[in-house]
């Protein structure tokens, strides 16, 4: 499709096509919330382990991720929101540039810096490398777009800067490409050139480090040689993690400059190629997520908060299971106590019911003793008193017998002395 007609109504220029309006919009929103949720996680593992805000390199990459948020909520309001103050669409572009720089920039810093302690032996404690380096990134950002806010309309080519060309004319295409393209292209540059001096040091390093290793085995035994001349995984690992930083620039910007040469040479506007300009623009969020996410500090962060998680649960749980113990053994032991009381109770009433059961049986016995003594003795007395009275009664019979004979014997004499008187 031909032409220099926009589907948006802001100051940032989008082709004239229903599908890629409705495109734009939902990939410029994606790309928004895949940058907040990155900054969020970065502030919770830095909310849990307080010692990873301490690392320059984090830092940087979660502001980036706030800004990156921040950046297309203003692509958003450039491409589809109407503005008509002069003034208004000058700070819309001239603050879209900078939050579209600003982030790749502060990844070329992240190479900068890691080249600075690996190669140079940069203190981490000093704060005057760090912060120059800081400055040329927000200084390469801020710098070239803020002739958004000063030169004049006409000598751009256009009436007004609330509407920019897609297909543009000479004099707009030399202020693009001499306050946006050159400066899009620096970060990646900058970044391929690090990177490939890291990979060198890396390369050269390990290659010294097995050497050195294999004479001080041959000469000299076992040692900690290797430790003293660096450590190469350590360094190829930090060489795969920072791949991120120089790839952001290089894929989410840079189709964008040959675009715009591509659409000013030829003079018309390739529909396909606008689709996948939206989409490398939209990942940009994703990179420099990624390269948060990869991060060893942040890797090491996370799986010590998870390990720490773990211990807490299990301590947890074995808490919960002692307690359970315990009042296991507790109810166990209330319940055996119970019993014991129980059985307690229960003998010292069998007790005292045979004590009573003996007690009585005694008394009654003892009665029944009384009684059959009482009645023995009775049946005895009576039967002492009938013996007595059969023995008086025989006595006086005997008694009287023996009178009775007395007095018989008496008469007798008495008659036989009156015959011999007479």
């Known amino acids: 499709m031909s032409g220099s007609k926009n589907a948006g109504n802001g100051p940032l220029p989008i082709a004239a096509d229903g ?11 994606l790309s928004s919330w895949v940058s907040l949720v990155a900054f969020l996680y970065g502030m919770m593992v830095v909310y849990f382990q ?22 297309f909520v203003l692509r958003i309001i450039g491409t589809f929101v109407g503005l008509k103050a002069e003034f208004g669409c000058r700070m819309m572009l001239f603050f879209n540039n900078i939050f ?22 940069l203190s981490p404690d000093k704060r005057w490398p760090r912060a120059v380096a800081l400055t040329i990134a927000v200084v390469l950002s801020v710098g070239p777009t ?31 490409m001499c306050t946006v393209a050159i400066w899009e292209y620096l970060p990646g540059v900058i ?3 690090s990177v490939t001096i890291l990979g060198i040091h890396i390369i050269r390093t390990r290659r010294e480090t097995q050497r050195a290793l294999q004479v001080s085995l041959e000469h000299y035994g076992a040692s900690n040689i290797g430790t003293r001349e660096g450590n190469p995984d350590m360094l190829h690992r930090t060489m795969v993690n920072i791949l991120w930083f120089p790839i952001t620039p290089i894929i989410s910007l840079w189709l ?23 989409l490398l623009l939209g990942l940009q969020s994703v990179l420099i997520g990624s390269a948060l996410v990869v991060n060893p500090t942040i890797r090491e962060a996370v799986a010590e908060c998870w390990a720490d998680r773990r211990r807490r649960e299990q301590l947890e749980k074995a808490a919960a299971r002692s307690s359970e113990t315990e009042r296991g053994e507790g109810r166990r032991i209330g319940s055996t106590g119970r019993q014991d ?51 008086e009664t025989s006595l006086s019979s005997e008694t009287s017998s023996t009178v009775e004979s ?3 014997w008496a008469a007798r004499a008495e008659c036989s002395g009156s015959a011999w008187r007479t």
Not at 360 to 383: A, I, P, R, V
């Open 19 to 29: 599908s890629l309006f409705a495109f734009a919009l939902i990939v410029f929103i």
């Open 50 to 71: 307080r010692r990873v805000w301490h690392s320059p390199i984090i830092r940087v990459v979660i502001v980036a991720q706030i800004i990156n948020s921040i950046r």
């Open 100 to 121: 579209s720089m600003l982030p790749v920039n502060l990844c070329i810093y992240c190479v900068v810096y890691l080249q600075l302690v690996v190669i140079h032996k």
């Open 146 to 176: 803020s002739m958004f806010l000063f030169l004049p309309a006409r000598l751009v080519g256009v009436t007004t800067f609330c509407h920019l060309h897609r297909i543009t004319n000479h004099q707009e295409y030399v202020f693009i």
């Open 191 to 193: 970044g391929i050139i």
């Open 256 to 278: 964008n400059i040959i675009l715009i040469s591509v659409s000013y040479y030829k003079q018309r506007t390739y529909l396909w190629l606008e689709y996948i300009n939206t």
């Open 341 to 391: 009381s129980a059985y307690e109770s229960s003998l010292g009433s069998e007790t005292s019911l045979g004590s009573e059961t003996s007690l009585g049986s005694e008394n009654s016995l003892g009665s029944e003793t009384s009684l059959g003594f009482e009645t023995s003795l009775g049946s005895e007395t009576s039967l002492g008193s009938e013996t007595s009275l059969s023995s």
């Open 406 to 408: 007395m007095t018989t």
